[in-house]
């Protein structure tokens, strides 16, 4: 009697498996052109954007050309925010929110040089 394949090993919680074995192997989203994955970026802060660099190599880059930039105010600090501006390299905004209260306010007439920045 033959013995049935080893199981693959999972680190995944509650025994999830890994997507690519679910579709063998191709992962869709990574082949997605920027774009498209500018437009998906669109729907999330752009902290969260930024960090969808860490999932592969080719979208290390990919969130400094989205045109759209959102900072909630209970996620950005002022110099969070500038430094994103700083490695922000698209040609053009299409949409830009940010979130200002009394206290970020307060904060950045003190560092009147991030906002005029």
Not at 14 to 35: H, K, M, R, T, Y
Not at 41 to 50: D, E, M
Not at 76 to 84: A, G, M, N, Y
Request: aromatic residues 8%; hydrophobic residues 30%.
């Amino acid at each position: 009697m033959e013995e049935p394949p080893p199981k693959e090993e999972s680190n995944a919680p509650g025994g999830a498996q890994n997507p690519s074995n679910l579709f063998g192997g191709v992962d869709s989203i990574s082949s997605l052109p920027d774009e498209m994955l500018h437009h998906i970026f669109s729907f999330v802060p752009t902290k969260v954007a930024i960090t969808t660099s860490v999932l592969s190599k080719r979208w290390r880059h990919v969130w400094c050309k989205t045109p759209y930039l959102s900072f909630p105010h209970h996620k950005s600090s002022l110099e969070s925010i500038h430094e994103t501006l700083a490695s922000y390299t698209a040609p053009k905004i299409m949409r830009f929110h940010l979130y200002v209260d009394r206290e970020t306010s307060e904060a950045s007439e003190r560092s009147r040089h991030h906002v005029d920045s």
